[in-house]
């Protein structure tokens, strides 16, 4: 370890070639020169990090004699040292059945450039898909095609690099119209790159802060104080009060605030409402799980509440953590029709808060399913927990309701109609109704306490339909601007682990105690 | 306040006395709320995959928008009137609950008369044409006309829910006739086509040349025929004439040649028929669009200009128009119905005026730099060529069917396919292959069944237009587009502007100004839109709050040509009660889950 250490420093300090190429000084003086990239000023390090992740699928990578490279210093190389790069296996291919397609052999998912480059089929694939893109919204992409499609776009940011044409870092003579593109800077150091960004459209103080934001990694410590504070809740068990407990609020209290904090800085430094991708609403969510999480908890002085957010929160903040290629960090320009618009960002915000009311009520759901069938005893309407599970889907319920409606108050307003039952809209119509069967149920009796928090876990596949579904799965309507791909099979793995688990609670349902589920 | 003990001896009570009462707790029972509620939500669910899988026309046809689905709400709206009156009589601790189910009622009475009165379309301006005065709704029709009265029938056609195809055909009765109409195929992209036909009634020849340029394999087919269809524009860069001889350089060329067939019934579907160049853009109306008086015939330039002309001045003569343009009224048939397919006039009673209109442009400002001119050659069969392109000296030779040659422009090859020496064009709709990437129009592919079982020819007729088709004595016209609505305003595009991101092609926005005018009350209102700022008419608050104007709103836009953007256009006067209704909704969950006494919370 402390010899790689040193025999970096010492690569870094000399430029010695290694394993054919040449790696720069990973200077942190670049991180915060203005760079023109996808329609922004940004960071010079949020551009690495943006790259590195379109390239490899992470922001780090290992190249094999190398070891780990951090973004920094391997975009720097790209652009200082371009030579030798190409053969350097850098790029992500990671469908099999791609690989197995174009000719690559082995389990490798990382291939180099010249490789890459030299394969006919991977290009006759990419002109498929463009074709079948190009030919209508009705025609569907075949999987293949558009697997190679995001390659080729890989092959084309890498080139992008390694002729510098990437790096638009010279701003545009004085008195040129706003708007006008940047030209790209030869490789030079960051101080003089400095003294010749004295122009344009960018504030050097917001792009520090902005550098800042993606070397601290707020959301990642938030996780890391949910992750310590859900130990101390179950360490502390039922002690009323004590170390545990009260470290265990203060942690999910700074998880909170490192949440919402970085989330604040987001918002600064884009200019914008986190409204408009899976990474910004998975963020979302989670705030606002944690949020009522900690209410409820103040509240009715009970840390159940805590215990049961803290699964969620970790699961949401490490996919979003670990997963740059298909939850995308970067703060991308909106298409206009999300610009601003004060309806859009309170119909966006109140849904997915809703998510976050019905994700701790999923939580609680399973906690009291796995404890009643462990005591093998029914949940009366009354038990504490079940009055927690009951608060979380009223709160969910509301919010949704009044979500689903602003919806229809923005679409009047923007596109002109109420509803037209765009497949976004109705699923979240059918996840409203679905609550409302829970609600009723319980009120018609149907069932009690058992039930409600099974319902309420069937609940949140329909909300993870209307949520990832739509755009990951159907692809169709007009909210397609948020449409994706990846992780389907995380995702279809999770809702049918789910499905097994509310059969076998149903056939496992407590025998004692009240007569109905 | 009555205790729970006390209401439900009150409703048992009522309901033993009155069968109203019985109705109304059997109809509001709290589990038929839920049996509906979940079947809604399944349903709903299913036709999203129907959307995904098909498309969102066959969901609404067969879910949204179908009776059963309405009859379900209906249902709903009924459960929930009924479960606010099992809980009479009212105390203040059932204010949310009412609030909340008084609120759907009337969001759900909101969307019915929007969906009653009001209407969703489109509108796609341009920079410089005439201003619009109707709407494109997302609803196809077909029109067809009874063979035996003429009188047009027109019905919601949608071929995407399920489309029609030869071993799966659609047949439709022909009123007042035993003919049926087969429909039996569908494409999404269809185009018109100049194909060369041997006639033996016609005097002029006619040829097929085969053009192979240097942008792809794919070569061009061009049928010309002398004196009915001499010339072909190939988009702005070149053009092919035959003419009797070469001499002498191009005359001033007519850029369209036209006929149109108007019906005053059917103003929307002329039949064109398109013989040189482009579309002219004029529109005609037998009966002028104020009054609809028969014997008055308008016209309505691209430019937005017109007038209205009595018929009897009009007829036989040539109009022509300060730029050159002339107009003929050939034709006049007070009652048009069909005799073998040719049309012929039933009395003199102007039930189904129809006239026939011949008009040919002459605008003559840009000018093809590349021309190839064709004349009959020395020998019968053969054909003198001319190409030029540019300043560059002009290719000239004599060919032959089958032979290859060069027409003097670079990169193009072409060769003479066919020669008639008696010929005429024929304008022919065909889907286009998958790989050929021009956009086109739906189409239909028809024909008529006659009850002996034989079947007259089958025509693809694309939308937007229409064709006559014939069998055994018996021919009926039939049209197929989009529903057209009319505005009781113009509207018309002045500037469009599509800022983008900096450094990118991405677009941030799109903006527009368009003017709104009402020629009766001489109403002119300018008004700007951008994206997710719709633009109103009539402008003032009342108009908007009742939901009685027309908003318009960014819909879309063509990258290859900024002078054109599509506008969204909706009328929905049930606008009002679905915003109380929304507001009541919210209001309600919220008294009942937090402005209640906790203690009383279960009821």
């Given at each position: 370890m402390i010899r790689s250490f040193f025999l970096l420093l010492l690569l870094g300090a000399t430029g010695i070639a290694r394993a054919d190429v040449t790696l720069a000084e990973n200077?942190?003086?670049?991180?915060?020169l203005a760079i023109q990239h996808r329609g922004r000023i940004k960071p010079f390090f949020g551009f690495t990090q943006e790259m590195t992740a379109s390239l490899t699928g992470r922001t780090t990578l290992t190249i094999p004699g190398l070891g780990r490279l951090g973004s920094r210093q391997f975009i720097l190389s790209l652009w200082q040292h371009p030579a030798g790069w190409e053969e350097a296996p850098v790029i992500l291919v990671d469908n099999a059945a791609l690989r197995k397609e174009i000719g690559l052999e082995g389990k490798d998912r990382f291939h180099s450039f010249a490789r890459l480059s030299a394969l006919p089929r991977l290009n006759q694939l990419a002109a498929e898909a463009d074709a079948a893109r190009a030919s209508g919204s009705t025609a569907t992409v075949p999987p293949l095609a558009a697997a190679a499609q995001t390659v080729r776009m890989r092959l084309g940011i890498f080139s992008s690099l390694r002729s510098g044409e990437a790096f638009r870092m010279l701003p545009p003579p004085a008195g040129s119209p706003p708007g006008v593109a940047w030209a790209p800077a030869p490789f030079q150091s960051a101080e003089s790159l400095r003294s010749l960004q004295?122009?344009?459209?960018?504030s050097p103080a917001k792009l520090r802060a902005e550098s800042w934001y993606f070397n601290f990694h707020p959301f990642r410590w938030a996780w890391v104080a949910w992750l310590i504070s859900g130990l101390c809740l179950l360490v502390a068990g039922?002690?009323?009060?004590g170390l545990g407990r009260r470290l265990g609020w203060l942690l999910a209290l700074t998880g909170f605030f490192l949440l919402a904090g970085g989330f604040a800085v987001r918002v600064w430094l884009a200019g914008?409402?986190?409204?408009?991708n899976m990474y910004e609403s998975i963020l979302w969510v989670a705030l606002g799980t944690s949020l009522f999480a900690l209410f409820f908890s103040f509240r009715y002085r009970s840390p159940s509440y805590l215990l049961a957010a803290a699964p969620v929160v970790i699961l949401a903040l490490i996919a979003s953590d670990l997963q740059p290629a298909v939850l995308d960090p970067a703060m991308n320009p909106l298409v206009p029709v999300l610009r601003s618009n004060f309806w859009l960002t309170v119909h966006v915000l109140t849904v997915t808060l809703s998510y976050g009311a019905f994700a701790l009520a999923t939580a609680l759901g399973h906690f009291l399913v796995v404890g009643a069938m462990r005591k093998n005893t029914a949940l009366s309407n009354e038990d504490p927990g079940v009055m927690h599970l009951y608060r979380s889907l009223q709160i969910g319920v509301l919010l949704l309701a009044t979500g689903v409606i602003l919806g229809g108050v923005w679409a009047n307003y923007s596109w002109g109609r109420f509803w037209d039952w765009d497949p976004k809209e109705t699923w979240s119509l059918v996840a409203l109704l679905s609550y409302l069967v829970l609600l009723h149920g319980r009120l018609a009796g149907w069932f009690t306490g058992y039930g409600l928090a099974l319902g309420s876990i069937a609940g949140f596949l329909t909300i993870l339909m209307a949520w990832y579904g739509v755009n990951f799965v159907l692809g169709k309507g007009l909210h397609s601007y948020g449409f994706g791909s990846g992780g389907r099979s995380y995702v279809a793995a999770f809702a049918l682990a789910e499905v097994a688990f509310i059969l076998f609670a149903l056939f496992r349902r407590p025998q004692k105690g009240l007569p109905s589920i | 306040m009555s205790s729970k003990e006390d209401r439900k001896i009150l409703a048992a009570e009522r309901c033993a006395r009155s069968f109203v009462w019985r109705s109304v707790h059997a109809l509001g029972s709290l589990d038929l709320a839920i049996l509906l509620l979940l079947s809604l939500a399944g349903v709903c669910a299913v036709a999203t995959f129907l959307e995904s899988g098909f498309s969102a026309r066959v969901a609404r046809a067969y879910v949204y928008q179908a009776p059963w689905f309405n009859v379900w709400l209906l249902l709903l709206g009924l459960n929930l009137t009924c479960s606010a009156a099992t809980r009479w009589p009212w105390e203040r601790k059932h204010a949310g609950f009412v609030i909340t189910h008084a609120g759907i009622l009337v969001l759900l009475a909101g969307a019915l008369l929007g969906r009653a009165k009001g209407f969703e379309g489109s509108v796609d301006l341009s920079k410089g044409a005439p201003p619009v005065r109707e709407v494109l709704l997302d609803r196809p029709r077909l029109t067809v006309e009874s063979?035996?009265?003429?009188q047009l029938f027109s019905t919601p056609f949608d071929p995407e829910v399920r489309p029609p195809r030869p071993d799966r055909p659609r047949l439709l009765p022909l009123p007042g006739s035993e003919v049926r109409l087969v429909i039996d195929g569908f494409t999404r992209r269809a185009h018109e086509k100049a194909v060369l036909t041997p006639d033996p009634s016609s005097t002029q020849p006619g040829l097929t040349l085969e053009l192979t340029g240097p942008f792809g394999p794919e070569p061009m087919i061009v049928s010309l025929a002398l004196g009915t269809f001499p010339r072909i524009d190939l988009g702005q860069m070149a053009m092919v004439e035959f003419r009797d001889s070469l001499g002498g350089s191009a005359e001033p060329r007519p850029t369209f040649r036209e006929t149109q067939m108007i019906l005053a019934q059917d103003p929307s579907h002329p039949i064109l028929h398109n013989t040189a160049g482009t579309s002219s853009g004029y529109r005609f109306f037998v009966g002028s669009r104020e009054t609809k008086a028969p014997m008055e015939f308008e016209i309505l330039r691209p430019d937005g200009s017109g007038e209205v002309y009595r018929l009897s001045e009009i007829l036989g003569r040539t109009l022509t128009d300060p730029d050159g343009t002339k107009i003929l009224a050939a034709r006049y048939w007070p009652n048009l119905v069909l005799r073998d397919g040719q049309p012929a006039t039933e009395g003199e009673q102007p039930e189904n005026p129809a006239v026939l209109v011949m008009l040919e442009g002459a605008v003559s400002d840009s000018s093809a730099p590349a021309q190839l001119l064709l004349a009959p050659g020395t020998t019968p069969g053969s054909v003198r060529f001319q190409g030029r392109s540019g300043n560059e000296n002009p290719v000239l030779g004599e060919i032959r069917p089958g032979d290859k040659f060069s027409p003097g422009w670079r990169g193009w090859s072409a060769r003479l396919v066919a020669w008639e020496s008696s010929a005429r064009i024929e304008s022919v709709t065909e889907p286009l292959p998958d790989s050929d990437p021009r956009p086109g129009r739906p189409a239909l592919r028809a024909r008529l069944r006659h009850p002996s079982g034989s079947e007259g020819t089958a025509r693809w007729i694309a939308s937007g237009t229409s064709a006559i088709l014939q069998t055994d004595g018996a021919a009926s016209r039939i049209g197929f587009g989009l529903e057209l609505q009319p505005l009781p305003f113009t509207v018309r595009l002045d500037s469009f502007e599509v800022p983008r991101d900096p450094g990118t092609e991405e677009p941030a926005d799109f903006l527009a100004s368009v003017t709104f005018a009402e020629e009766k009350k001489n109403l002119e209102v300018p008004a700007k839109l951008q994206m997710n700022q719709p633009a109103t008419f009539p402008p003032g608050l009342w108009p908007q709050i009742t939901g009685l104007s027309y908003k318009f709103s960014q819909a879309g836009w063509d990258p290859q040509n900024l002078n054109r953007t599509t506008l969204q256009v909706l009328h929905d006067p049930g606008w009002m009660l679905k915003w109380t209704g929304s507001l009541l909704v919210v209001a309600g969950i919220f008294s009942m889950f937090y402005l209640r006494d906790p203690k009383s919370a279960e009821s």
């Open positions: 200077d942190s003086a670049y991180d915060s004295t122009r344009g459209e960018f039922k002690a009323t009060s914008r409402p986190p409204v408009t | 063979p035996a009265t003429g």
